[in-house]
């Protein structure tokens, strides 16, 4: 008897790997570094804003979220109507994928670069073509425009870019997108921005406002600690931010994710100044690796980028990490992300750099 079957793309949809608890070892305090969280745990104020939110989940959330795109339009300065809210960018990459892409079409993305945009691709039915990043781990921008043909719908561009951790600059992408035909959307994933302190960095802000083809997503999980309760935004040109809402799932993000994001918004200084430290720790981890002898690349998110040339090496250096109690995240064989963590698991990590066989 035949059975209900997904179309042939959504089956051959590879699963999303998330980044796993660290293992435990008694005696021994272990560190999650494998999924780009926050180390810290929420401000005050924001835990007990979402706590008094979550007193009135009997009722559905405001479908409109105003006070929350309220405080994005005042903290950004641009029109409510130019962001799109959802349950954080991950499902904005899917809503984006989704309204601008079909079967015949194309999507244009770094490789290695975030995990989702394959599965979004495969999720619209639509054909994933992956550009190389270069040896140092950058996106090869001239090789992404050269991939662009009249398929092409959109273009991700991820920057600060996980897993490698570079970042383009803003002279590098207006030279692309001076490239990129104005019907096709070239979506800026800005998922780290508030980390990145580099000369000639991306401003995603000016960047759409002076397009009409750029997206920039952003999202509370990262710089903002709240990847619990799963808030990201858009900031896009009015048409198109009207779109991703059009397809938002109804009342997708909830009551308390709504409260916390006012709150954290209201608190954004104190919260930047975490930023900082979180900053501070990245560039004691990356000068210790590098003074261990390993060729890293600029760290411009809140992670480090080991690279291997096999998959068993990735495998090694994971199982060393643990063994120090670091779960850390292999993407074999390109190498292993860790995520910067508290400082006594960073120093762990400077530790493994100096004792790990280079190869
Ligand atoms: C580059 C990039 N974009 C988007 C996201 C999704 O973030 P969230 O869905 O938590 O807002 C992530 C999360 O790891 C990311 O690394």
């Not at 272990?30 to 009722?59: F, M, W």
């Not at 759409?208 to 952003?218: D, E, I, P, Q, T």
């Not at 508290?342 to 750099?353: G, M, Q, S, V, Y």
């Amino acid at each position: 008897m035949s059975t209900p079957q997904p179309r042939p793309s959504v089956a051959a949809m590879p699963a999303y790997v998330a980044g796993k608890p660290p293992v435990e070892r008694p005696g021994l305090v272990t560190y999650k570094l494998s999924s780009n969280e926050n180390p810290y745990p929420p401000l005050d104020g924001v835990v007990e804003i979402a706590a008094e939110a979550a007193g009135r989940v009997n009722r559905y959330p405001d479908a409109g979220s105003t006070e929350l795109y309220d405080a994005l339009a005042k903290a950004y300065g641009v029109p409510a109507e130019e962001l799109a809210l959802s349950t954080g960018a991950v499902a904005l990459i899917f809503q984006l994928v989704s309204a601008y892409c079909g079967p015949e079409d194309e999507v244009v993305f770094a490789w290695r670069s975030f995990e989702a945009y394959p599965i979004a691709v495969l999720a619209a039915g639509a054909t994933a073509v992956k550009v190389p990043v270069t040896d140092g781990g950058e996106h090869d921008l001239d090789a992404m425009a050269a991939a662009i043909t009249e398929r092409t719908k959109v273009v991700f561009v991820c920057t600060p870019n996980n897993p490698t951790g570079t970042s383009v600059t803003q002279t590098e992408l207006d030279a692309f997108l001076a490239k990129v035909p104005e019907h096709v959307l070239v979506v800026v994933d800005e998922a780290y921005a508030e980390f990145v302190r580099m000369d000639d960095a991306v401003d995603g802000v000016a960047t759409y406002r002076s397009r009409a083809n750029v997206v920039v997503l952003r999202t509370f999980s990262k710089a903002y600690g709240l990847a619990g309760f799963r808030v990201g935004y858009a900031f896009a040109p009015a048409p198109i931010a009207a779109t991703l809402r059009a397809m938002a799932l109804p009342f997708g993000v909830n009551v308390v994710a709504q409260a916390a994001g006012v709150a954290s918004l209201e608190r954004q200084t104190e919260l930047l100044a975490r930023v900082d430290d979180l900053v501070a720790e990245r560039t004691r981890v990356v000068e210790g690796v590098r003074a261990a002898g390993w060729d890293i690349p600029g760290a411009q998110g809140n992670f480090v980028w080991f690279a291997f040339d096999s998959g068993e090496r990735c495998a090694d250096f994971a199982a060393a990490a643990d063994e120090v109690g670091l779960m850390v995240r292999p993407y074999p064989p390109e190498g292993v992300r860790v995520s910067i963590g508290e400082p006594e698991a960073n120093t762990r990590l400077i530790e493994l750099a100096g004792s790990f066989p280079k190869g």
